[in-house]
Structures are given as C-alpha cells and as structure tokens.
C-alpha cells in the first residue's frame, strides 16, 4: 500500500504527535492486514503545483508505476488542490483527480476527503466542499475508485488554531479511522459496493 499525503498526514506518522507507536498510521495499516507500507507525505503537497522543488503527487505516482508498484492506494490530498485552484490555477478539481487516476490506472485507490474550519480565503471550509464533490463525482468515471469521508466524520476539537491540521487525538483518530476505511473500501474478498466509505 501506498500513502501520498499532504501535510494533513505529517501527524499520522510523527512520534512528536503520536508518542505511542501503536496510534500511528502504519501500526494502524498493519492492524488492518497491510503487509507492506510505503509513505509520500509532504507539506504542501498538491497534485499539480510543486513546494520548495518537490514532487508533487502525480509525478510521485508516476514515478511508483513506472517501478512496477502494485496494490493499494490511499490519496490524502485536495487540501491545497481546491486552494491552488481558488487562486486561480488553470487546471480544475476534476480534472487533477482525473489525472491521478489516469496515472494510477486499475488499482485500487481510496481518497480521503476533506475539511477545514475556516470560513473564508483559498482553504474555507466552502472550498473544501467542491473538492469534496468534484471527488464524489469522479467515483462514478471509475470502478476502482473509493471515498472515506473524514469530513463527516471529523470533530472541531480535533483541530489546532490554524483550522486546518490536526492535535494528537485529531491525528489519533485520523490514523485509526484511515486504517479502518481501507478495510473496508477494499477487503479482503471484493470490494465496498458504493463510493463513498463512512
């Protein structure tokens, strides 16, 4: 399995916000069934848009295909995608999911929703909601494609002051929660018969 993140996911695997191994992503994984685990988080990672010469997401991804990577894909991202495109980036919401998926192919992938607690500028919680539909959307171009729908399911006292990132027990719950999507989105015989995963 694969994780390409933003930095909502710096936390997930940060002994600073999760001093107790076990409430981390990968012990999370694991707990799940994942055998092998490989992680590509960045902050400020977007699909598109390159930080401080990093790869953004679809060239990670492409560079994980081009060396025969097989198996699952958890997407952590839109968090800075809806914000690049607020600003005014010429290529759309729907348009970056599709080409990660194009970049993917057949494998299974699970996006991770988003949300935020700000009401205005590129990452108000309005913006959040067009990723949140352009993904939804895209679940129906594509059979191997699956939502866990964190928004729904995220508490405001989860949040720092920035109303974007997470504390530890965000960051706990997020591990946990992931985990659990993935099982469920993709288990072990078949597959989750709709979209979205809650």
């Given at each position: 399995m694969i994780h390409i993140g933003d930095s909502t996911s710096d936390g997930l695997t940060s002994p600073e916000y999760l001093p107790i191994a076990s409430e981390r992503i990968d012990a999370q994984y694991a707990l799940v069934g994942v055998k092998v685990e490989h992680f590509e988080i960045s902050g400020a990672r977007s699909i598109v848009e390159t930080y401080e010469g990093l790869p953004n997401a679809q060239t990670v991804a492409q560079a994980w295909k081009q060396d025969g990577y097989h198996g699952c894909w958890v997407l952590a991202l839109g968090t800075n995608d809806t914000a690049n495109v607020y600003v005014g980036s010429n290529v759309g919401r729907l348009a970056r999911i599709q080409?990660?998926?194009?970049?993917?192919?057949?494998?299974?992938?699970?996006?991770?929703?988003?949300k935020t607690l700000l009401s205005s500028g590129p990452y108000s919680e309005q913006n959040m909601d067009l990723w949140n539909n352009a993904l939804l959307q895209a679940c129906h171009e594509y059979p191997n494609m699956r939502v866990f729908d964190w928004a729904s399911v995220v508490e405001d006292a989860w949040y720092i002051d920035d109303g974007i990132h997470y504390n530890t027990p965000g960051y706990a719950a997020r591990s946990h929660l992931i985990a659990q999507a993935l099982a469920h989105a993709f288990p072990a015989h078949g597959s989750h018969p709709a979209c979205l995963v809650r």
């Open positions: 080409r990660m998926m194009s970049t993917i192919g057949k494998q299974p992938v699970m996006w991770v929703n988003v």
